[in-house]
């Protein structure tokens, strides 16, 4: 069975400044997806940015980018620029890329990042 | 339309009631799920729906029944709820991966259940 581990139940960061998130995961299959999900106190899960293990390059959407490393297992998250809306839950979720469909997203514990002016 | 629609918001129910929650999205995902989530942790999948039928039942308690009448709505029937089943009660879909470059989960924003 896969498992992620987030390491940093909390961060913090200053307004403008760059924050990065850890994520680590464990899996004996060599094709998969990972995503990063931001969760607001509005509750809903938002798709910030995925990776396919295949591709070698680092996902890239906007202030969003990855550090991808397949053989170490490890799939961070930096935010740039960093803005008071940026303030949530984050989660690291990992999907097999076996099943055709209907899989279930493995998540992380989640990390609460604070913004602060 | 690029969203998965849950209603109610908010659902207060005794533990003799019955209640349904709804899920809907018309963006043709053929999967469909049912997430809980309790507060500060991360979502814990119930049932997965793939083209319109159960593929996935992580052993989830009989008091929960899920229904999925067509490929766009998704249900989930409550009965006889405990109060530890209170929780922020979340639907997504998805698209075959093996057929969409774009491939992601989309989340509704949640049933925030609570069982008194």
């Known amino acids: 069975a896969q498992t992620v581990t987030q390491s940093q139940p909390e961060m913090s960061v200053q307004e403008a400044e760059t924050v990065t998130l850890s994520c680590t995961y464990d899996t004996s299959e060599s094709d998969y997806y990972l995503f990063w999900y931001k969760q607001p106190p509005s509750r809903q899960m938002i798709l910030v940015i995925r990776?396919?293990?295949?591709?070698?390059q680092n996902a890239t959407e906007n202030r969003f980018s990855v550090n991808f490393q397949k053989a170490a297992k490890s799939f961070s998250l930096k935010i740039s620029d960093s803005q008071l809306g940026d303030a949530a839950m984050y989660f690291c979720?990992?999907?097999?890329?076996?099943?055709?469909?209907?899989?279930?997203?493995?998540f992380g514990e989640g990390t609460q990042l604070t913004v602060n002016p | 339309d690029t969203e998965v629609t849950q209603t109610p918001k908010h659902l207060v129910m005794g533990m003799t009631n019955k209640k349904s929650l709804k899920c809907e999205q018309h963006?043709?995902?053929?999967?469909m799920y049912w997430y809980k989530q309790k507060a500060k942790k991360p979502p814990e999948l119930m049932f997965v729906?793939?083209?319109?039928?159960?593929?996935i039942n992580e052993s989830v308690p009989s008091r929960f029944s899920p229904e999925c009448p067509n490929s766009s709505l998704l249900n989930l029937h409550l009965h006889a709820l405990q109060p530890e089943d209170s929780a922020l009660y979340l639907c997504?879909?998805?698209?075959?991966?093996?057929?969409?470059?774009?491939?992601?989960?989309?989340f509704g924003s949640g049933t925030r259940l609570t069982v008194v």
């Open positions: 729906y793939s083209y319109e039928k159960l593929s």
């Open positions: 963006m043709g995902h053929r999967a």
């Open positions: 990776q396919e293990a295949y591709k070698q």
């Open positions: 979720a990992y999907r097999s890329a076996i099943e055709t469909s209907g899989s279930r997203l493995t």
């Open positions: 997504a879909s998805s698209q075959d991966p093996h057929r969409s470059p774009s491939y992601g989960y989309t």
